[in-house]
């Protein structure tokens, strides 16, 4: 009987090394499904947020889209008229030469009646013309008008 367990001995070690080996094979399949779950899952945590970050970069996108759009339509303001404005001071005291009303003066230059009697008075310093004269003259004439 000795004999017969020494004659299979070989074949027991054969199957127990073809057990062995099959052991070994289902476990590396059993390893590798689970790897493969893993990264499934990890893929679609990626996907996810490069959605969520594309939907973010879209948003974005509009936005600068938009404020270029409003750049473009906004006009940067203007300087507000200055009474020391050589040729304003210029064109009123030529109106008010030609005859003109300080009222008209203020109209056609766009500026305060004050800014206009303001610089025909700098003028008449600047000058000592009649100019304050004139204006004096006008103004009398202009209260008694709206009396």
Known sequence: ?????????????????????????????????????????????????????????????????????????????QAPPSGFNLSRRTQAIRLFRRGERLEQISAALCLPLKEVELLLKVQQILTGSAVEEEAGARRFEAMGRAR
């Open 1 to 77: 009987m000795a004999t017969s367990i020494l004659n299979l001995a070989p074949y027991l070690v054969g199957l127990t090394g073809a057990g062995l080996a099959l052991f070994l094979f289902l476990e590396m399949k059993r390893i590798q499904l689970d790897f493969q779950v893993r990264w499934n899952k990890r893929q679609q945590a990626i996907q996810s947020e490069l959605g969520t970050l594309r939907g973010v970069v879209q948003d974005l996108k509009t936005r600068v889209d938009d404020a270029e759009r409003r750049a473009e339509v906004m006009v940067p303001p």
